[in-house]
Nanobody, 123 residues
Framework: VQLVESGGGLVQAGGSLRLSCAAS????????MGWFRQAPGKERESVAA????????YYADSVKGRFTISRDNAKNTVYLQMNSLKPEDTAVYYC?????????????????WGQGTQVTVSS
């Protein structure tokens, strides 16, 4: 599976961005998809994850109520809608794919990664 993120950029605090992650391969619907982020000097952290068919989701406490993960299996794409952005959301955002049904939150459980897209939130 190859993953390509897009949609990052510079936004003012309170603004919104929508990240997309396009996947290659015909088995996209069999992967749990996750979004992670990594700020300079910090470890990569889980932001959100979504099950095969989108029926189950996970969100980190820091983004609950502001971010929404979704997927379109017909388009092999997973999305991250980010609203009410804060300066502390500034990071490189990565999408990742994990085989199996569990909504993993640790990077080590994800097999495939995109190249990342920068999100910068100015105050």
């Amino acid at each position: 599976v190859q993953l390509v993120e897009s949609g990052g950029g510079l936004v003012q605090a309170g603004g919104s961005l929508r990240l997309s992650c396009a996947a290659s391969g015909r088995t996209f619907s069999r992967y749990v998809m996750g979004w992670f982020r990594q700020a300079p000097g910090k470890e990569r952290e889980s932001v959100a994850a979504i099950s095969w068919r989108g029926g189950s989701t996970y969100y980190a406490d820091s983004v609950k109520g502001r971010f929404t993960i979704s997927r379109d299996n017909a388009k092999n794409t997973v999305y991250l809608q980010m609203n009410s952005l804060k300066p502390e959301d500034t990071a490189v955002y990565y999408c990742a794919a994990s085989g199996g049904p569990v909504l993993h939150t640790t990077p080590g459980n994800y097999n495939y990664w995109g190249q990342g897209t920068q999100v910068t939130v100015s105050s």
